[in-house]
């Protein structure tokens, strides 16, 4: 997935969200799994956070979601 062509933002956020609950999970429980703080989670997802590391985090939190996102 090529993360750089994704838009964050607050959809992206509420779909990421869906994602991890239509799994039976919360992207706080996941965070918390993996040592993320979900502040950190959210502000990559809205894009806050756009650095290389904000980037990665967001790339991970798709594809841990299983969502399909379609490029902007």
Known sequence: MIVNQISPGQSLYRQVR???VIQ???LTA???QFGINPSNAR???TGAWDGQKG???REKLIEAAKITVNPN
């Open 30 to 32: 996941w965070c918390r």
């Open 55 to 57: 980037r990665e985090l």
């Open 43 to 45: 502000a990559a997802l």
């Open 18 to 20: 869906g994602g991890f």
């Open 24 to 26: 039976g999970g919360t």
